[in-house]
């Protein structure tokens, strides 16, 4: 298990902060396997799709800048003129492909681990000097994989090199006896595909080195428990600093609640000790929603909010207590007291519809079914 510079083991993961600090530092995970892998298949990919046709422009290209015109040969400015038409020539051919390959190089950097950008990691240290840690990075994990990859990759390359050229030793040799144009398309396509067979190998690599790049990168990063202690305190800072936090949090939370207040329906009260406002909205809503709680003082506030915008205050003790105790805010009531919070709201909606048409005050209901197990006795 890895230690750090006090003995003690990083058997804990890296925390968020840790992974930020070490993403400032420069310190990600990157794999050259998959940056160099990914290179070398899309441009040998280019060079099938778009080789031949860049082979013939070449060809023609040349044959161009050979045929001088006689006066040009003693006209020094013609020649330097010729000969810059030709390079601009070539270099417009050859953008596409150098084009391709420098995206597929910024996109396979970043590939793994994402774009970073670190001065530290520019930044000279005299400890890379050290003959001593050098030795021991050699016979790291680290080093021990690098030797491993690198004598996949000779096997791998060595293995389909071989096995390309005994495929295509008879079309090296029919070569001869085709024109020189022919030739060189066919060499350029052999080319071309062996390349790509040839790269398409170090997947194999590439695939063994991203999980391992990950691995060791998380491992590298681990914490002691120690350390991460040491960086929770300082995140979260003095006891008395997060008791004040907490203090405004909760403080925040329930002005958040008094102001949904006048957004209820209705508010039940003990009368005195326990006041719940409860909203439903139908066809939005499975049940009606507890959108404020609270006892004694607070309870006091919400019925003095309620009392300012209208919103019925309704006394059910029962009823009260039990939708205190058994519902949270922004939670739905249970189903056991479904039929009490009915008869609540049906004799709101009534006593709305009386005022509003002038008809006749509903009686109140007062036997409301409150089942046992969502009973609460008042605190002696």
């Given amino acids: 298990m890895a230690e750090n510079e006090n003995g003690q083991e990083r058997t804990e993961q890296a925390t968020a902060k840790r992974i930020e ?41 040349v044959r161009n800048a050979l045929t001088i015109d006689r006066r040009v040969i003693f006209e020094p400015q013609g020649a330097i003129e010729m000969l810059h038409k030709a390079i601009a020539a070539g270099l417009r051919l050859l953008a596409p492909f150098f084009l391709i390959t420098f995206a597929v190089a910024i996109l396979a950097s970043i590939s793994l681990g994402g774009w970073s950008f670190s001065v530290e990691a520019l930044a000279f240290k005299f400890e890379k000097l050290n003959p001593v840690a050098g030795l021991k990075r050699i016979f790291a994990w680290r080093g021990l994989m690098e030797l491993a990859k690198s004598v996949a990759k000779f096997l791998l390359v060595g293995t389909v090199g071989a096995v390309l050229l005994w495929t295509y030793a008879d079309h090296f040799v029919g070569f001869g006896y085709q024109s020189p144009r022919q030739a060189l398309a066919n060499a350029g396509q052999i080319l071309a595909w062996s390349f790509f067979a040839l790269s398409a190998v170090l997947i194999v690599v590439a695939v063994i080195d991203v999980p391992f790049q990950l691995w060791d990168h998380a491992r590298n990063l681990r914490m002691t428990r120690q350390e991460v202690k040491d960086e929770s305190k300082d995140t979260e800072g003095k006891p008395e600093v997060k008791s004040r936090v907490r203090q405004l949090q909760r403080e925040l939370a329930r002005r958040r609640m008094i102001e949904a207040v006048p957004e209820a329906d209705v508010v039940i009260t003990n009368p005195t000790h326990f006041a719940v406002a409860l909203k439903y909205e139908e066809g939005r809503m499975r049940a009606p929603r507890l959108v404020a709680k609270g006892s004694d003082l607070l309870a006091g506030r919400i019925r003095a909010k309620a009392s300012d915008h209208n919103v019925p205050i309704f006394s059910a003790p029962p009823l009260a207590r039990a939708i205190y105790y058994s519902t949270e805010l922004d939670q739905e009531i249970p189903a056991g007291l479904y039929l009490a919070v009915a008869q609540v709201l049906a004799y709101v909606y009534q006593l709305k519809a009386a005022g509003r048409y002038r008809r006749e005050v509903p ?18």
């Fill in 21 to 61: 600090d070490a993403r400032r530092k420069g310190q990600i995970p990157r794999s050259r396997e998959l940056n160099t892998m990914l290179m070398l298949v899309v441009s040998a990919a280019t060079l099938i799709v778009y080789g031949q046709d860049m082979i013939e422009q070449l060809a023609e290209l």
């Fill in 363 to 380: 009686v109140p209901p007062t036997d409301l079914d409150v089942p046992p197990e969502l009973y609460r006795d008042p605190a002696p």
